[in-house]
């Protein structure tokens, strides 16, 4: 008998201790933290929202006639949303975000120069369309967009360097490996430019 009253006491304990586990852990796994501000994607964040969203695609309009220092663009981005409906950030150093639309209604949005922040509530339950508008200077170390004037035949070169995370120079979007996308790139430039990408032209 004393036996058995250690031993449900034992497996009390154990049950105790389990469920305490569990509570904890999905009090940790909700809880919302705040993205830092700064130059980095951090792995909390990338694991969040791997989770929220999925089957991004982007349709991207860069204006490369806008001035000798800065561009100007336009990116469209589609998604299929199944969030928490905690605060969503779109990646995009160092430019200026003119307009953000979701599902074709202006968003009040957050910009701190490093990342857009959607507010919470700002994104239905699944497919969306993301249309944001924006400026960004050309890069002068070389990532991003990178522009230069040539001293001897006095020509503008323009080159991409997006590596490990400076794509988001380019355009604003989910800059991050586990979520690929497929996009469509238009360029206005001058008529004597020869633009090149990775795909053949189709217009």
Not at 29 to 38: I, L, N, T
Not at 44 to 72: H, N, Q, V
Not at 103 to 124: C, E, H, M, Q, R
Not at 125 to 148: F, M
């Amino acid at each position: 008998m004393k036996f058995s009253r250690v031993a449900l006491a034992a497996a009390l304990l154990v049950a105790l201790l389990a469920a305490c586990s569990e509570q904890s852990g999905e009090v940790t796994g909700e809880a919302y933290v705040a993205r830092v501000a700064a130059q980095f994607l951090d792995r909390d964040t990338a694991a969040r929202r791997k989770r929220a969203i999925s089957e991004p695609s982007y349709r991207i309009d860069i204006d490369l006639g806008l001035a000798e220092d800065r561009f100007a663009g336009t990116v469209v981005a589609g998604f299929k949303y199944g969030g928490d409906g905690s605060p969503l950030t779109v990646d995009f150093a160092n430019g200026d975000v003119k307009s953000v639309e979701i599902n074709g209604a202006p968003v009040t949005f957050d910009y701190n120069g490093f990342f857009i922040t959607l507010p919470a509530g700002s994104l239905k339950t699944g497919a969306q369309e993301l249309r944001i508008a924006y400026e960004h200077p050309y890069s002068q170390d070389g990532a991003g967009l990178y522009r230069y004037v040539d001293q001897e035949d006095g020509r503008v070169y323009l080159y991409t360097d997006f590596e490990p995370y400076d794509a988001n120079r380019l355009f604003p979007h989910f800059d991050q490996p586990d979520l690929k996308a497929r996009y469509t790139l238009s360029v206005q430039a001058p008529a004597n430019w020869q633009v090149v990408s990775t795909m053949r032209e189709t217009a």
